[in-house]
């Protein structure tokens, strides 16, 4: 599946054949995202997303934002990203 971050100063991430994505969602609800997931479009709050791919997490600071899934593919559009910090799983 396909990981992107958009802000209006253009792609902040993006990553190919990621594993999964991890965050929270503005309802403090947990929400895990895996290949072919089926079409979402949800809010994020200001907790990290969790990139995993091949064995490797990147997590990225997101001021809020929202959250598309379509094609298995998965796009967040913020307005304001912190930073990333990249770990292995």
């Known amino acids: 599946m396909k990981f992107m971050i958009h802000s209006p100063a253009g ?3 993006e990553m190919d054949e990621v594993d999964a994505v991890r965050t929270v969602l503005v309802d403090g609800k ?3 995202l895996l290949p072919r997931h089926a079409p979402l479009m949800a809010e994020i709050g200001r907790e990290p997303v969790t990139a995993s791919q091949s064995g ?9 934002g929202i ?20 770990s292995d799983a």
């Open 11 to 13: 792609i902040q991430a």
């Open 30 to 32: 947990p929400l895990t």
């Open 56 to 64: 490797f997490e990147s997590s990225f600071h997101v001021q809020n």
């Open 67 to 86: 959250l598309i899934v379509t094609d298995d593919t998965v796009k967040i559009l913020t307005e304001n990203m912190a930073g990333e910090d990249s």
